[in-house]
Structure formats: C-alpha cells, structure tokens
C-alpha cells in the first residue's frame, strides 16, 4: 500500500524527545497560566474561569504527551502501544 514505502525503524527516538520536550514547554506554560489565574483577582470573572478550564485540560493533555505517548515512541514500548 500507499504505507508501506514509509520507513519507522529509524528516527523514532529522536521524534519521542523532541515530542517530550515540546510536550514539557507546553505543561510549564499552562501551568504558569493556571498559576497566574488563581493569583489575579481581576481574572476572577467568566473570561478568567473559561480561561483557567481550558489551561487545566490543556496541561493535563500535555501531561500524557510528556510521561505516556512520549516515552512510548522513544522507547518503543510494545505495552504502552496496545494500550494506546
């Protein structure tokens, strides 16, 4: 098929710590987002709690880029691939 020229067998671990530290940038600024939120008492208001929801989501879906689906491509891990 249209797949089969693509070749996974090389660069995997190089894709897995790139992701893993786009994945790291990505959860310290939503938590510093979530931080800064909590501690501005002008952004206690419906912009500032929309906000703060989606900041929460977007670390929590950062999170398992950093500590699941990263170390799953980097170390190849046949377990976290069937449960992913």
């Not at 994945?23 to 206690?44: D, E, H, M, P, Q």
């Not at 906000?51 to 670390?59: E, F, G, H, R, Y």
Request: hydrophobic share 45%; net charge positive.
């Amino acid at each position: 098929g249209a797949m089969s020229d693509f070749d996974t067998s090389n660069g995997y671990q190089i894709a897995g710590g790139i992701l893993f530290g786009m994945a790291l940038v990505g959860l310290g600024s939503n938590l510093t987002v979530v931080i800064f939120l909590k501690s501005t008492k002008s952004l206690s208001n419906t912009f500032g709690n929309l906000t703060l929801s989606q900041a929460i989501v977007d670390s929590i879906h950062q999170a398992l880029f950093a500590f699941y689906k990263a170390p799953s491509i980097f170390f190849r891990n046949k377990g976290l691939y069937d449960l992913s």
